[in-house]
Structures are given as structure tokens and as C-alpha cells.
Nanobody
């Protein structure tokens, strides 16, 4: 089985920075893509950033957030700068993984972490 464990997050004032991490472990053969989503209270979960061989960002976070990946550690990061109150949400990592046992490809989710930007 595959597990995603998130760390980071917390409280920050507007203009501040936070870094989220997402470590994948288990019977991993390949990780095709890693993503960060977020869900604010009363809103749908939205895609924030994706990394494969390239990166893509939601317009709302472009030029402020940076997604990166350490393939040797099966870990993705989300560096969040110039945070705004609208960035307040629970952030979830997601990975498209091929596992070896069972031999299958599917998506996995992290446990979620709260990011609160308050003034």
C-alpha cells in the first residue's frame, strides 16, 4: 500500500510564508504526478498546483506559490509566499502512483493540513 503524509502549515499573517511537505511511502513503483489541492470552508476542493515534468498553477496562486519535488525522497513541497487571507484552507496533497503490491495505478490523498492566514 501507499501512504502520503503531510507536514507544515499553521498560522501566518498576510504577506507571510509557509512550506508544506508531502512524503509518499510504501510499495511505490512510479509516481507520475503530485498535486496540491485546497478546500476552504463552504467551497469545493480546488487544484492549486501540479508537478510532473513541468509545473502548473491555479491563476490565484501563480507567482506566489512554488511546487517542487524530490524524486529520491518521493516528496513534494509547496512553498507559499505572499500569503493572503483568501489562501486560508485545508491543503491536501495528491499523488498519481503506480504501486508494486498490488500492481496498480491510482490516486492517493494526504491527510490534509490547515493553513490559516489572519490579520
Amino acid at each position: 500500500q501507499v501512504r502520503l503524509v503531510q507536514s507544515g502549515g499553521g498560522l501566518v499573517q498576510p504577506g507571510g510564508s509557509l512550506r508544506l511537505s508531502c512524503a509518499a511511502s510504501g510499495t511505490i513503483s512510479s509516481i507520475y504526478a503530485m498535486d496540491w489541492y485546497r478546500q476552504a470552508p463552504g467551497k469545493h476542493r480546488e487544484l492549486v498546483a501540479t508537478i510532473t515534468n513541468s509545473t502548473n498553477y491555479a491563476d490565484s496562486v501563480k507567482d506566489r506559490f512554488t511546487i517542487s519535488r524530490d524524486n529520491a525522497k518521493n516528496t513534494a513541497y509547496l512553498q507559499m509566499n505572499s500569503l493572503e487571507t483568501d489562501d486560508t484552507a485545508v491543503y491536501y496533497c495528491h499523488a498519481d502512483v503506480r504501486s508494486t503490491r498490488p500492481y496498480a495505478r491510482r490516486g492517493y490523498w494526504g491527510q490534509g493540513t490547515q493553513v490559516t492566514v489572519f490579520s
